[in-house]
């Protein structure tokens, strides 16, 4: 996407300052906000998961275990200098050939030094609710055995996450029904309810707590947490260390999803995403960088939870992606470069402009000046910052140009 701006990024960068100067904008402030962008790529990106339904295929050279993911991951890094730390499964990620219930949190002491060897770090922790026995729900399940042992579970991954993670648990769960009548949806509830209030008391009080929520899948005529308004709730009732992740894919077509970021910023709840993109149902494709994308940008800039220099202040930001067919390499680098794109658009807005639209209610006039920026091409900032930090402006291409590919292939048959 970048590299045709090779030898030109120089002069393009002078005319796009002198542009964004009139504005009262530092190209310099945006592109040291480019440069300090981090974000967390998943470890399931890099492996077999995501063969979908209609197929067993697994792109080539997919990582066979953790470590494998770690080193890609290492790479994306390399070719980035965006993504530092790798968000991990706990149930498909631990080393060794433990069973489920096994699992402890020691097993990853040695994947944090593995990581660190390779200038890595582990992100957020995810415990895992969907491999075994929870066909019919999981901290919902009305089975109390199943419970406890995800509650257990839970405790594992939040303690991975105190010792050898960043503090950070994102919680998925399967849990819904198919049909009307299959379950009472109040029971679920306050099944849920209760397992998650035994795990927020129980977690370490250095640990954040981050509910997902998801309008479909695996339940389709009900989940049990369906919607941000439901995380919301459950986050609030637990307390301060817990809050909600905004996955973008988990929503029904045309939600304003911009909204839900502005809405959990005024209300200062932890928060965070899980960036990827759909276009049918939760694809968890690469992001690119659309409109939806941009508008949520300018939310958490404007919010001042993103690059804000107090660092407690700003929301987690990971990317959940997994999309079967594609190069995944190429597809994450791929996001990356969205992403920042994204951003830097979002901060190139004339919001005092902006501002006296909306106060005037000049309607057309407050969307073309927010149009402005989303239409400017920002590509000269993103290769500026790259170049200085001594990456290549295109990941892509540099990958291609790096063997890496061939050499996964032909390592891991
Ligand atoms: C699934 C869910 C959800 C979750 C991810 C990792 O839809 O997005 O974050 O698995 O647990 O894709
Ligand atoms: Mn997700
Ligand atoms: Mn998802």
Redesign the pocket.
């Known amino acids: 996407m970048l590299n045709y701006l090779r030898d030109e990024v120089a002069e393009r960068y002078d005319i796009l300052g002198r542009d964004l100067a009139r504005k009262g904008i530092d190209i310099e402030e945006v592109k040291k906000k480019i440069s300090n962008f981090m974000v967390e790529v998943?470890s399931?990106v890099f492996g077999p998961f995501g063969g979908g339904r209609f197929s067993s295929y697994i792109p080539p050279g997919a990582a066979r275990n953790v470590f494998e993911k770690f080193d890609d991951a290492a790479l994306v890094h390399r070719l980035t200098g965006a993504t530092p730390k790798v968000s991990i499964?706990v149930g498909w990620d631990c080393p060794g050939n433990i069973p489920f219930e096994k699992i402890e949190a020691d097993h990853f002491r040695g994947l944090k030094d593995y990581a660190e060897n390779l200038g890595l770090g582990i992100g957020s922790v995810?415990p895992?609710y969907f491999l075994e026995g929870t066909h019919f729900g999981s901290l919902s399940a009305d089975d109390i055995n199943v419970r406890r042992k995800l509650i257990e579970h839970t405790l594992v991954a939040a303690e991975i996450a105190s010792k050898y993670g960043s503090g950070i648990l994102?919680l998925?769960l399967p849990d819904g029904s198919l049909y009307p009548g299959q379950v009472n949806f109040r029971l679920k509830e306050s099944n849920l309810r209760e397992s998650l209030r035994e795990i927020y008391d129980r977690t370490p009080s250095s640990v954040k707590i981050l509910i997902?929520y998801?309008l479909f899948?695996p339940g389709t005529y009900h989940t049990v947490i369906p919607d941000s308004f439901t995380a919301y709730d459950l986050a609030r009732n637990l307390g301060d260390r817990a809050g909600v992740?905004i996955?973008l894919?988990?929503h029904a077509f045309g939600v304003n999803v911009e909204h839900i970021a502005a809405r959990f910023i005024e209300s200062g709840i932890p928060a965070g995403i899980?960036f990827n993109s759909r276009y049918v149902a939760?694809d968890?494709q690469a992001v690119e960088p659309n409109m939806q994308i941009f508008l949520l940008f300018h939310e958490l800039a404007m919010g001042s939870v993103i690059g804000n220099q107090d660092s407690r202040k700003n929301w987690i930001y990971i990317i959940?992606q997994?999309s079967k067919l594609e190069n995944r390499i190429h597809a994450i680098l791929h996001t990356i470069d969205s992403l920042m794109i994204s951003y830097a658009k979002a901060l190139i807005v004339d919001e005092e402009k902006l501002r006296g639209y909306q106060i005037r209610n000049e309607i057309i006039l407050a969307n073309r000046t927010l149009l402005d920026a989303f239409l400017t091409d920002v590509r000269p900032i993103i290769c500026a910052a790259k170049l200085e930090k001594g990456l290549p402006p295109d990941p892509v291409s540099a990958y291609l140009e790096s063997g890496y590919q061939e050499k996964i292939e032909m390592e891991r048959l």
């Open positions: 998943p399931w499964h995810n895992t994102v998925w997902e998801k899948e992740i996955d894919g988990h899980h939760d968890d959940d997994c």
